[in-house]
Each structure stands twice: as structure tokens, then as C-alpha cells.
């Protein structure tokens, strides 16, 4: 089983780029899934996308315009980038991992790991 640890700034500016990290360790095995998934505060969990084994990507259509998801499998890790945020952003940030593709899938025990998760602020 994988470990996962997500880092980046607490506090972000609106209109600025929102980019967090995860990075993995333990369980060497290269085929997992990789995804980003967020929860602001009084409101249920958000899938915003997941980044396969193979580079794929696959992205939530409501924020499809403003994430990228990119691994650097040099380093273990993998990235999330969310453009031009505003205070709707700011939530804990959870990066995950599975061995299925998980499109949309918000529920913690369809994943094999899941972060401490990691909370972001938007604001001036």
C-alpha cells in the first residue's frame, strides 16, 4: 500500500494558480491511479480529476478549464494546478490512489490510499 502527503501554500490570492503536491511513497508497484479530490467547508467532497500510470488524464467538466494534473514519477510525486481561483476554492485539498480508474468517485474506501489531506485558503 501506498503513502500519500500532500504540500503546497496554505493561503493563496484570488485570480492566482492554486499548485499542490503529493508525494508517494511505500508500495513500489507503478499501476496505480492518481487523483485530486477537495472538499470545501460545509459541502460535500469534490473529484476534480485523476492522472493514470500511463499519463493519462481525466478531468471533473466543471473545473475541466482550470486543473492539470501532471506526475513527475522521478521524484514520486504528482501535481495539481487550479487556475484563476477564487474564494470558492478554498477547501482541503486530498490527493488519493487506486488501482482502478476512479471517474468521479468521491467515496474514501474505493481508494487504496487517501492524504491527511491539505487546507487551502483563497483570499486577499
Known sequence: QVQLQESGPGLVKP???LSLT???SGDS???YYWAWIRQPPGKDL?????ISYTGSTYYNPSLKFRTSIARDTSKNQFTLQLLSVTPEDTAV???AASKTLLLGATTRNLYDSWGQGTQVTVSS
Do not use: A, K, L, R
Open 15 to 17: 485570480w492566482e494558480t
Open 22 to 24: 503529493c508525494t508517494v
Open 29 to 31: 508497484t507503478p499501476f
Open 46 to 50: 469534490e473529484w476534480m480529476g485523476v
Open 93 to 95: 485539498y486530498y490527493c
